[in-house]
């Protein structure tokens, strides 16, 4: 079955980087786009960007382009969001998702809590 | 980018009653390749990852109760829950697919009364 498994919770301070990977099994990676979604405490789903595992072509969201990379590496199944320059409002979990046009897979979710 | 309006922003019916929950885009999603509307429900759940309901506009995904239902065409459409169970207390999103970025409504949240 389709997986999609993230690493685990991160604290940074503001002004830091955090990277977080979306580890995928059960499907071929290169034939699907993986996306990336955010959620702040009791907010609601925004879209960030997403990646064509294929060929690593790469969208972002106008509010996070300039501070988010997505990238992937087919050699291990594994997409990666690296968001740069945090702010407390940053806070948040992140998701990573299988994208067949909409969403049907989704990993568990990494929480990122920035905090000085 | 495409603006996701659901309405209400919350929710409060009785066990066994009928919920509707309707979600306007602000241009078509409606896809000549496919000819189907790109446009979806999701549940979430307190603590959990959104789950994928309904796709297409109409289409129950696999495993989800045919008491939730989906309907709408051109930039109407709405979500609904034929007899509210206990388990289906959540925050349900509708979501375009028609384009890049994808966008979603800002939620419902549905409780019992």
């Known amino acids: 079955q389709v997986q999609l498994e993230q690493s685990g919770a991160e604290v940074r301070k503001p002004g830091a980087s955090v990277k977080v990977s979306c580890k995928t099994s059960?499907?071929?990676?290169?034939?699907?786009?993986v996306h990336w979604v955010r959620q702040a405490p009791g907010q609601g789903l925004d879209y960030m960007g997403c990646?064509?595992?294929?060929?690593?072509?790469?969208h972002y969201a106008q509010n996070f382009r300039g501070r988010v990379t997505i990238t992937s590496d087919a050699s291990v199944s594994t997409a990666y969001m690296e968001l740069t320059s945090l702010r407390s409002d940053d806070t948040a979990l992140y998701y990573c998702v299988r994208e067949t046009w909409f969403y049907g897979d989704w990993g568990q979710g990494t929480l990122v809590t920035v905090s000085s | 980018d495409i603006m996701m309006t659901q309405s209400p922003d919350s929710l409060a019916v009785s066990l066994g009653a009928r919920a509707t929950i309707h979600c306007k885009s602000s241009?078509?999603?409606?896809?000549?390749?496919?000819?189907?509307?790109?446009l979806a429900w999701y549940q979430q759940k307190a603590g959990q990852p959104p789950k994928l309901l309904i796709y297409?506009?109409?289409t129950r995904e696999s495993g989800v109760p045919d008491r939730f239902s989906g309907s709408g065409s051109g930039t109407d459409f709405s979500l609904t829950i034929s007899s509210l169970q206990a388990e289906d207390v959540s925050v349900y999103y509708c979501q375009q697919y028609y384009s890049l970025p994808r966008t979603f409504g800002q939620g419902t949240k549905v409780e019992i009364k």
């Open positions: 241009q078509s999603v409606f896809h000549s390749s496919t000819t189907t509307h790109h």
């Open positions: 059960g499907y071929t990676f290169t034939d699907y786009h």
């Open positions: 297409g506009a109409s």
């Open positions: 990646i064509n595992a294929k060929d690593g072509a790469t």
